[in-house]
């Protein structure tokens, strides 16, 4: 399971950051690029749900009440982490024609660590939410199983992410 994840994470960074080839090409590249993107993430959220269901053991009482708040869960989730996506993109774009500076580092941080900190917000929403419908060790452990597939995407993707040259 965990290979899984770690090629479907890799095969969604890997589209994110592949360089165009020349300029002449980058419109279409882009638009194969996008395309290729979209269904790595269908792929990542389709193997988050089957990992959610193989794990959770849900009754069929809870599920009813579960699998909507969690729809709507990742929506929020999504929105938040799609801007990462952006950050992550500007970098590329701005490391490979060498214009880091000072101020996009500064601002791209400061974007960064409002990103982490929406996303705690989010989840501590959700989490009484989820703990008004499911016992509080199938929610912990629903937040664990979260935890853990963005982490292995997380992981994939900084391992991807050249680091800024000191100035």
């Not at 791209?108 to 959700?126: G, H, M, N």
């Amino acid at each position: 399971m965990k290979v899984i994840a770690g090629l479907i994470a890799l095969v969604l960074v890997s589209l994110v950051f592949t360089p165009p080839v020349s300029a002449q090409s980058v419109s279409a590249q882009s638009l194969l690029s996008q395309k290729e993107i979209a269904a790595a993430k269908e792929m990542v959220e389709r193997k988050r749900n089957f990992v959610v269901i193989a794990n959770l053991d849900l009754t069929e009482e809870e599920g009813k009440e579960f699998w909507p708040l969690y729809d709507e869960y990742r929506i929020k989730i999504r929105e938040v982490r799609l801007r990462r996506i952006e950050l992550i993109k500007d970098y590329a774009e701005r490391y490979n024609s060498d214009t880091v500076d000072e101020k996009f580092a500064d601002d791209a941080i400061i974007e960064f660590l409002d990103i982490q900190a929406d996303t705690l917000k989010v989840r501590k929403k959700y989490w009484k939410k989820f703990r008004r419908i499911i016992p509080a060790t199938k929610a912990a452990r629903f937040y664990q199983i979260e935890n853990k597939m963005d982490s292995e995407i997380d992981f994939v993707m900084s391992g991807g992410t050249p680091l800024i040259e000191a100035q």
